[in-house]
Structure formats: C-alpha cells, structure tokens
C-alpha cells in the first residue's frame, strides 16, 4: 500500500522524492554523482555538488543538508587529488547554504564525486513536470551543449573560450532562477541533465497530457557546440537519448543531425527548463537576466495537440 506522505515518488519520474513530515512542512530527497569532465579536481567537485543540488531546485524546494558520495582510487591518484575534489564540493555547497553532515566513500578504478542532498518545501509548493497548461511559455535558463564541449575537453579539441564558458555554466547554482520562477509563480519545471533537452522535456509532455512546440532559433547553445558536433565531438550518451526518445518528435525527419545532437547531448548540471504562464514569461526572463542569467530563453510553448508530441519549428 502507497504511503499518503509520499507526495512525489517513483510513478511521475520527478526530478526528486518529497515526503509530508506535516501540514507545512515536506522534505525532499535526490542523490547524485558523476565521473570527472574537467581535469581540474576542484572544479570537477563544484560541478559534482552543483548538479546534486539541482533537483531540489528544480522542485521549488530548499536543500539544507548533504552527504558526499565518494569513489576514488586513492592508491593511483593520492589523496591530495581527493581532497581538492571535496573541497570544490564544500565551496559550492557552503555558497548553496547547506551543511555537509556526512558521506560515504569506496574504493574504485574510476573517480566518482556527488551527493545525496535533502531540502525542505511546503507541500502545497511542489513544483513538478505534470503542471504546464496550455498556452505556457517555456524558459531554460542554461545553454545546451556541456556534453559536446566536454568530450571536445577529454579530446584535446575545445577551445579556451568554450571551456570557460561551459565551467561558468556548470558550477552555477540553480539557485537565484529556482527562487525568482516560485515569486513569478511558475506552473512546472525540471532541470536538464542526463537525458538532454527532449529526454526532460518528454517528462513534462507525458504527465501534463499536452504537446510542446519549441522554436529551434531560440534555444541557446554554448559557443562552438555547433561545430564541435560537426566535427564528431558527440558523447555516447547522445546516440542512447535518441534511441531511447525520439519515438516524442512529430517531424524528426525534417531536422538535421547536428540540430538533433546538440537537442539530444547529455548535459551536467545544466539549466532549469520552466513553464510559466505567457502573461508573466517575458516578466520572468527580464528578472532572470537582470540577475546575471543572461542566456535565459524562452524557446517554446506547450500546446494542446498533438498531445504527448514534441514538434520543432525554425
């Protein structure tokens, strides 16, 4: 039997848990981690914590604690390497307001850094994928293209200008455009990681039970992503997000493949993708610039048919 406190769980495929402690109160629970897409360790702990902590943003909540989840081969790479990856950790998570109270770590071949974060909400705040109504604007708040740009990185390939520009992405909080999308009152969001950009949005078009329209002129990508794909710079993970979610396009054939890499790229700590009615859309995005989220777009709308299709436009 489903327990009544659990208020988002497995069935909806949120971006995090939330449990009822009372009336007022809820907490909500995500985990973690990621293998290294940086050289640099501390950076690479930033990035780590920043992602964690983006599913509690992306539900309206607030984190408040965290615990470090931790694979490392200590014996190879020294526990100096370690230590600096904690601390860009702890940085961002001190610039986040939430306390590390404990972890967890194994030894491992393959370094791994994230961590398991819980906030708090009040239940009738929830934000999830299935509240986009008709008519809604879309905002994402981040550019597309941190998988194509970090494969170029492990390649030798990027230049400095797309590196910079994806590290200031990627060890960003979702912080400042969680809070400013609950006082414009927002109807739902997720945040764009793994799955790319169609595979989060197919959250929100299956359990809102509408279509989205997404102007493909509109979506802002990281410098140079264009043309990093071209040249092969593709993650694995791109060929199984289309595998896996393509089937949601209704005119799939009339896009080109780097159009539908960059659509498809896996990305890592990537933005917060909101629907928002459209009288107050253009409102948000001028807070969210004037902020510092100066890439913030609005790059479609949902629609009422075909339902639980995407169609792109120019």
């Known amino acids: 039997m489903r327990d009544a406190n659990v208020l988002v769980g497995l069935e909806t495929g949120d971006d995090a848990g939330v449990y009822r402690l009372s009336d007022d109160l809820a907490i909500i629970q995500t985990v973690d981690f990621i293998t290294p897409i940086v050289d640099d360790p501390y950076t690479f702990g930033q990035i780590a914590a920043a992602n964690s902590?983006?599913?509690?943003?992306?539900?309206?909540?607030t984190p408040i604690t965290a615990m470090n989840v931790v694979c490392f081969p200590v014996k190879s790479q020294g526990i100096s390497v370690l230590n600096e990856i904690l601390q860009g950790g702890l940085d961002k998570m001190k610039e986040?307001?939430?306390?590390?109270?404990?972890?967890?770590?194994?030894?491992?071949?393959?370094?791994?850094?994230?961590?398991?974060?819980?906030?708090?909400?009040?239940?009738?705040r929830i934000v999830t994928k299935a509240g986009a109504q008709s008519g809604d604007k879309l905002i994402l708040t981040k550019p597309?293209?941190?998988?194509?740009?970090t494969t170029a990185i492990k390649g030798g390939t990027a230049s400095k200008t797309s590196i910079d520009a994806v590290i200031r992405s990627m060890t960003t909080l979702n912080k400042k455009a969680s809070e400013l999308m609950l006082k414009a009152g927002v109807h739902a969001c997720t945040d764009i990681t793994g799955f790319g950009l169609i595979g989060h949005i197919c959250g929100m078009v299956e359990h809102s039970n509408k279509g989205i329209e997404l102007r493909l002129?509109?979506?802002?990508?990281?410098?140079?992503?264009?043309?990093?794909?071209?040249?092969?710079?593709?993650?694995?993970?791109?060929?199984?997000?289309?595998?896996?979610?393509?089937?949601?396009l209704a005119n799939i054939t009339d896009i080109d493949e780097i159009t539908l890499d960059i659509l498809f790229d896996p990305q890592t700590s990537g933005g917060l993708l909101m629907s928002i009615p459209p009288d107050k859309a253009e409102g948000l995005l001028k807070k969210l610039r004037s902020s510092g989220i100066k890439e913030a777009a609005i790059i479609g709308q949902i629609v009422d048919k075909p339902k639980g299709k995407i169609i792109l436009r120019g």
């Open 53 to 61: 902590l983006s599913d509690v943003y992306a539900m309206g909540g």
């Open 96 to 124: 986040a307001g939430v306390a590390l109270v404990g972890g967890h770590s194994v030894s491992d071949e393959e370094p791994k850094y994230g961590l398991s974060v819980t906030g708090i909400i009040h239940p009738s």
């Open 144 to 149: 597309l293209g941190t998988g194509i740009v």
């Open 217 to 248: 002129s509109q979506i802002p990508i990281f410098i140079k992503a264009r043309e990093l794909a071209e040249a092969g710079m593709t993650p694995g993970g791109t060929r199984r997000n289309m595998e896996f979610y393509q089937k949601i």
